[in-house]
């Protein structure tokens, strides 16, 4: 079993950064993937990056050279730094954990790009 818990999300003005956290109670050492969705208002989750176990960090297109995902399986932490942040990038941002055949969510935090 694996609870996920985000922090970090807030307001920020366009070219700005965050850098959300995502803690995990259990271990995540063999989890078989974890990265951050994100869902605006009106339009469906969508994956932003993600650490597949053993391989490199894939990003979405829309946000790739601007954010980076790191995780700690020591602490077991993911971290999403954005930076050079836009208006399209607000919505609500979900940790995930995938250990199979278990998906795991965490409740989300709210990112809100705005001057």
């Known amino acids: 079993q694996v609870q996920l818990v985000e922090s970090g999300g807030g307001l920020v003005q366009p070219g700005g950064s965050l850098r959300l956290s995502c803690a995990a109670s259990?271990?995540?050492?063999?989890?078989?993937?974890m990265g951050w969705y994100r869902q605006a208002p009106g339009k469906e989750r969508e994956l932003v990056a993600r650490?597949?176990?053993?391989?490199?960090?894939e990003y979405a297109n829309s946000v790739r050279g601007r954010f980076t995902i790191s995780r700690n399986n020591t602490k077991n932490t993911v971290i999403l730094q954005m930076n050079s942040l836009k208006p399209e990038d607000t919505a609500v941002y979900y940790c995930y954990a995938y250990k199979w055949p278990t998906k795991y969510w965490g409740q989300g935090t709210q990112v809100t790009v705005s001057s």
């Open positions: 650490i597949i176990t053993g391989g490199s960090p």
């Open positions: 259990g271990s995540i050492f063999d989890a078989n993937s």
